[in-house]
């Protein structure tokens, strides 16, 4: 089925803008690569506008509320990816699975086969195994081992719910692309989206008064390899999205193919340490997503 290569396709290019983000960040600030990464695709996109005129009103509230949902999940997401392994949030990031499979099963009213439920399960292991392996989580329950200072749980904690938190606007929004698919085509969707993100950026920059530095961001290589994947990537979700066979549900599963590319860019771009661990997790995700498309 073509929507399933579209959102494999999606997935592989989304872990591959999770590296291209985290060496971004190592010269630029989170706003000046969020604000200069949309931006550029926004020009990308521009010569499609012709393609993208004549929604009707209520289209344009409806982008404009998805492009604020994603407004706020990339100032999550950046956040989170600035402060934590690249590795670690690759496998964190699995956990929309949940999220958008919840929303499909209550929005869409999708039903779950028997394949579905079991590949949920593998998911939820893997992300339980990550958390806690199984000779810590011993440990913990008899009291043996080595305790964390407290301070240092609460500062990891934060960059996981902050993580969490964008998975969940994440999952929203891609059921929001599968309801605006029914009724508009691809180059409107990713047009105005794009102009609204820009937009959204634009009104934080100003009434925050966040010092922006244009010249070094045009001057990052990162950030432009990011807006074109970011363009590419977000085309085929469209059009995948508008093709009436493609269900959420498994298309969510799909797009965590991802994570294999960020675990692997941790251990041998980024030199983190505990990657074996995190790509048995990613495997056993991995599992689930493969039972749960059949």
């Given amino acids: 089925m073509l929507w399933v290569l579209l959102v494999l396709l999606y997935g592989i290019l989304?872990?591959?803008?999770?590296?291209l983000k985290k060496k971004a960040l190592e010269k630029n600030s989170t706003i000046e690569v969020l604000f200069m990464y949309t931006l550029?695709?926004?020009?990308?996109?521009?010569?499609?506008?012709?393609?993208?005129?004549?929604?009707?009103?209520?289209f344009y509230l409806y982008i404009a509320l998805k492009s604020f949902v994603i407004f706020l999940a990339w100032m999550f997401s950046f956040t989170a990816i600035k402060k934590m392994p690249i590795s670690l949030y690759g496998v964190l990031d699995l956990s929309r699975v949940m999220f958008a499979t919840l929303l499909g099963v209550i929005v869409m009213h999708e039903v779950l086969t028997g394949y579905q439920v079991a590949g949920l399960l593998f998911v939820s292991t893997g992300l339980f195994l990550l958390k806690y392996r199984p000779q810590k989580l011993w440990e913990k329950v008899t009291g043996k081992g080595t305790v964390n200072s407290g301070r240092e749980q609460g500062v990891r904690g934060v960059y996981v719910i902050i993580a969490f938190a964008s998975c969940m606007l994440n999952a929203l929004s891609g059921l929001l692309d599968k309801l605006l698919m029914r009724e508009i085509?691809?180059?409107?969707?990713?047009?105005?989206?794009?102009?609204?993100?820009?937009?959204?950026?634009?009104?934080?920059?100003?009434?925050?008064?966040?010092?922006?530095?244009?010249?070094?961001?045009?001057?990052n290589k990162w950030v432009w390899m990011l807006?074109?994947?970011?363009?590419?990537?977000?085309?085929?979700?469209?059009?995948?999205?508008?093709?009436?066979?493609?269900?959420?549900?498994?298309?969510t599963l799909?797009?965590?193919?991802?994570?294999v590319v960020t675990i692997l860019a941790g251990r041998y771009l980024f030199k983190e340490k505990d990657t074996t661990h995190k790509m048995v997790c990613a495997a056993v995700i991995i599992v689930g997503i493969m039972v749960g498309v059949q």
């Fill in 40 to 58: 550029l695709s926004f020009v990308i996109v521009l010569p499609d506008m012709k393609n993208a005129m004549g929604l009707e009103t209520k």
């Fill in 14 to 19: 989304k872990g591959a803008r999770e590296i």
């Fill in 185 to 219: 085509n691809s180059s409107q969707l990713q047009f105005w989206y794009m102009l609204f993100l820009v937009l959204f950026y634009l009104l934080y920059i100003v009434f925050t008064r966040t010092p922006v530095h244009m010249g070094s961001a045009v001057r």
């Fill in 254 to 259: 799909l797009k965590q193919a991802g994570c």
């Fill in 227 to 251: 807006s074109v994947l970011f363009v590419i990537a977000d085309r085929s979700l469209f059009i995948a999205n508008g093709m009436p066979d493609s269900r959420i549900t498994v298309m």
